[in-house]
């Protein structure tokens, strides 16, 4: 039933204008958001035999978001991920990165990034430092990050705002070396976040 109310909005929205957005960060109303889970996910890239990279997901994110319109180096921001979401195109292979030699979700079953500074970088473009906690191991991080716009949601009327974040850390600096094939994939692993955010209306 759930089902047919997105698609029957998404039909409206199609068939009616085009939803108010905007891409200046400044439109964004100032205050507290809960990261909208359904539409954020974590990417990450490894070099493969040094002639590709093999893509993954995390598709299970909570987060919040305290945004300041007016001085965005004061905002802050705080991700948690579930490990055991991994999804990769091998079955076999999730098996194996959630286990006791890679990830180890059994002991580590989240990772979770805050963030200690925020500078802007231009109109619509940042970089946001934090730490890193990943398989027990808590690292500096920094993200570059776009904003992607803000806009009211079609279904629950609330603001909603998109950021697009890259960043490239070692998997050997959070102690992932147990790999029975780490001879084959690459160090530096490249990681892409897609993350939206809901405003919270007191």
Do not use: C
């Amino acid at each position: 039933m759930r089902h047919g109310v997105y698609v029957s909005v998404a039909l409206l929205a199609l068939a009616g204008p085009a939803l108010a957005q905007s891409a200046d960060p400044r439109q964004a109303p100032t205050g507290s958001y809960a990261l909208e889970t359904r539409h954020s996910q974590v990417l990450f890239a490894i070099p493969h035999l040094g002639i590709t990279e093999y893509f993954g997901r995390f598709d299970k994110l909570s987060g919040t978001l305290t945004y300041n319109a007016a001085s965005p180096e004061k905002s802050a921001v705080n991700i948690t991920i579930d490990m055991t979401s991994i999804d990769t195109p091998s079955h076999e292979l999730m098996g194996e990165l959630m286990g006791a030699g890679v990830f180890d979700t059994a002991k580590y079953p989240t990772a979770t990034f805050k963030s200690t500074s925020v500078t802007r970088t231009g109109a619509n473009t940042g970089t946001i430092s934090g730490e890193l906690t990943l398989h027990g191991v808590t690292k500096p991080v920094k993200l570059d990050v776009t904003f992607g716009g803000v806009t009211s949601d079609p279904v629950s009327g609330a603001d909603d705002i998109g950021f697009h974040a890259t960043a490239t850390v070692k998997r050997t600096d959070f102690g992932i070396t147990g790999m029975v094939w780490e001879s084959y994939v690459g160090d530096d692993v490249k990681l892409t976040i897609e993350a939206m955010f809901q405003h919270r209306k007191n």
